[in-house]
C-alpha cells in the first residue's frame, strides 16, 4: 500500500532514495520538501516536485540540466545540491539541510534588521548569488522566504530548482513565470529575458524588505505591485546613505545598468585585492581580526575551543534584550566569499593561501555518465562504482583503503586536484581524499576524515609517513567538501598544499616519492580488519590542472 496521501506528500518513515523521510518542512506549487537522513544518519533536505510536473518530458529535461548546473555552485552561503533522482517516477534532489528560520519569518515576528545584522544579509546573500551565478544558474525566486539564517550566517536556498543560463527559453511554457511578484526584477514582467541581473534586483527588493518590513514597490493588491515595478522608483528612503546608493543600482529599470554580484560584492565591502584575501582567510582567532564595513569577522576557532567560546573571546557574540544576535558570526560566510571572490578577481597571485590559479584544465568529471571510464567492481560492501549522480567508493577488504585511478593518463608532474568529497560511513576514523604521483607503490595523499580532521601523507603500501600534523577543518563530521590538493615540486621534494572550502588547513613537504605518476580517490580506515563495517565514501565533480 502506497504511503504517499491525497495530496502527494508522503508520510514519516517512508524511505525516498537511500534517504528515510522525517518530516515535512514544506510544500508549494513545485512540491514538497522534506527533512530526511541518509544512511549514515546526516541530516538533509529533500524537494520532491510534484507528480503532474515529473510526468512532463519538457519539465525533466529542464530539471536534469538545472541539476547539473546546481551541483558545479561553490558553497559560499548556500545550501549545497548533494543529490538527485533525474530518472525516476518521482523527481527529487537532495541539499545540506540548513538549521534556522527563514528571513521571511523573523523580520516577520522580530522586526526589520539594523545596522551590522542588516549589511551582513546584504553582504551574504551577495556571495550566495556570485556563487550561484558562477555556476551558470539563476535564481530567478530569490525572495526572504528562500533565505534561512542559520547560526553561520544566511544561506540563500532553493537555487537547484533555477533556470540555467543558456537553456531555450521555449522550455519556461506561459503560465510558469518562475519568481514572487513583490521581488521580480521588471524585465520578467514584459517579457524581456531574464539573466543574472534579475537575480541582482531581486537582491536589493530583499534588502529593503528586510530594513523596513515592506517591498520597495508597494500596492494594496499584485496589479499595483506589478505596475510600479515596471514604472514607479523604489522606496528606499529608510536606508542608509552608503547601502541606498547600492541598492539603488541594484533596481535599476535597465538590466544593464545593475552591477553584477561580484561588483555588488566589491561595493559593499571595499575591493579586496589578493593581499586582503590571504588575510581574510588566516586570521587567528580572538587576538587578530579585522573588521570591515560589513562587520564581519573572520574567526576560525582552533586549539579545540567551541565557536560560542572563540566567538565570545573577540567580542563577536552580543546579547540583545533577552536573546542572543550572532549575526556577526555572518562574518564567516561573507569575508570567507569575499576572499574568493577576490582570488577569482586576481588569479590568485600573491595570495598565499589561495589556492594557485588554474594555467591548464587536464580533466574533469561530474559523473552524470560513464564515458569517462572509471572502474567498476565488486560486491556487496565491497566495491567501487558510479551512484547517485557521483562516484562511491566502499572499502571492507584484507585492504585498509582503497583507491581509484582517474582516467588521465600522462600527467605532469606538478598538478593540482579536487573534487567533492563527502565520508558516508560512521566510524570517526574513516577517511576520503585524493592522491597525487601514484606510480603503483608509492602515492602521495590528501585525506579528510568523518570527524573534519584532514592529513597529508606518503604512503606505500601499510607504510604511511605523514608529512605534517592532522589540522582541523571547520566542517562538521560527515559534511560533503570540496577539497582542493597542490602536488608540485619543491627545491626540498615533493609538496602539498591542501584546501577544504576554499580555506588553506595544511601543508608539508616530502623528500622522497615518485616525480610523477596518477591521480585519484582515496578512502578507508587505518587498522581496520576484515570483519569490520565498511568505510564508504561519495564523490563528485572531480578535475585535474597544471596550476
Known sequence: MSSVSADGTRRPGERLGRYRLLNVLGSGGMGTVYLAEDDGGGKVAIKEIHPKLSARPEFRERFRREVKAARKVRPFCTAPVLDADVDGERLYVVTEYIAG???EDTVTENGPLRGADLEALAVGVAAALSAIHGAGVVHRDLKPANILLSPYGPRVIDFGIAQTLGTDSRMTQTGETMGTPSFMAPEGLIGRPITTAADVFTWGCVVVWAATGQPPFPGDNVGEVLYRTVHDEPRLDRLEPGLRRIVSRATAKDPARRPDASELLRMLTGKPDAEEAARYMTLPPAANHRSGPARGR????????????????AGLWRTAGRRRVAWAVTGLCATAAIAATAFMLTGGDGAGDAPPAADEHLFGDGFSDR?????EGGVNDYFHRYENGGYTISQNSTDEFGTQDAPAPGLPADIMVSAKVRVVSQDPNDEAGLYCRNDGTTRFEAVLSRDGRVGIRRTAGRNRVELAPAAASSTGPGAAVQLRMLCETSAEGT????????HKVIEGT?????????SGLVAGRPGRGYAAPASVAFFDDVAIDRP
Open 510 to 518: 616530502s623528500a622522497e616519492g615518485p616525480v610523477t605518476g596518477n
Open 101 to 103: 528560520r527563514t528571513l
Open 495 to 502: 609538496r602539498l598544499k591542501v584546501w577544504v572550502d576554499g
Open 298 to 313: 573572520h574567526v576560525r576557532p582552533r586549539d579545540g575551543r567551541t565557536l560560542l567560546t572563540t566567538l565570545r573571546s
Open 371 to 375: 564515458s569517462k571510464g572509471w572502474d
